[in-house]
């Protein structure tokens, strides 16, 4: 395999780069054009010395006392992460939180698409409608690859969150956004970013009681 | 002011606290009685001896070669996150993830209860009913303090967030449950916790490319 010329970033990185991003966005769209390393460092709440340090991962870049261009470094940056275009993403285990999270407007505007949710139960009766195409688990594989898809976020019960990690790691998906409470195992090649909203809360919980 | 006699826990450990309720919990569903050491350590993905350092902080505790007590461990767990009664908690923000957040049923589960609800247009048109009473933002601090509140979910954009965060924490929210992409600058006895949805989606975005 050919090695990318490119050094890897690391992940905390890419978070701070995903926040230069959100900052450069409303700077954007309040009609700023330039924007000091220092100004934007505050504004993404890291020293100036962390974002310049980030930014040369771009090579050398803005003009000396001028700042940076917002418009030509959010493209940048948006470039780099892969979200200029719209991405597709994999939804499975519509209980409660898939639910809730297929109701989230929040990923299209960032330019992901669940193109597709999944659940052992399709047919289930649900409070809500979903605009979302829902299948049934049997149809994970050939929907996958039918859409080239390499992302997927997992809502399903911790006691099946393994297996299905494991079919989706043999079908190609290469990015898992787990919800569940377990750790997954994987191979190596392929990310798993884990969010567990009641353990923050939990979390919380402890320390305003302490 | 008294110090708290038992040691400070650090946040990494309880987190790895969290996790292993939700395992003991899981084991506890399926009648097991004790678990070892090992075996509670391999379904929470951790090595062993980091569990029995992180269960050193309740003291002496399990019997050697019998393992540990399922439910007894469970509820002194539950006992230091503060999780064993009802924690009232607030969201302001019922924009799109502020309603998928509020139709999350998996926050009462875990012995959460929103409630109240807070946006600065109450009346606002929403394509979903919501069971938790909706204030407008005026009633901020009376309903905190009202319902004796240490714990806020904050989904509102990140322009507003410093501002509401503010107000938060002049009316007695020591946790914060974050999920405006904005670094909050709040006082340090006060504890953010931080989720970017979006965030998470790109950060995974990066790597499935590279």
Known sequence: ???????????????????????????????????????????????STQLRKDLTYFGQFGTRGLGYDVDQLAHMISDLLGTNSLQPVVLIGVGNLGLALLSYKGFAAEGFEIVGAFDIDPKRRRDKTIATPLYDMSQLESVIQARMVKMAILTVPAAAAQEVANRLVAVGITGILNFSPIVLTVPEDVIVNSVNLAIELENLSYFVQH
Chains 1, 2 share one sequence.
Not at 9 to 17: D, G, V
Not at 22 to 45: H, Q
């Open 1 to 47: 395999m050919k090695k990318n010329i490119r050094p890897e970033i690391p992940r905390k990185a890419i978070y701070r780069l995903s926040l230069y991003l959100r900052c450069l966005l409303r700077l954007k769209n309040n009609s700023i054009r330039t924007v000091s390393s220092e100004a934007l460092a505050k504004a993404a709440g890291v020293k």
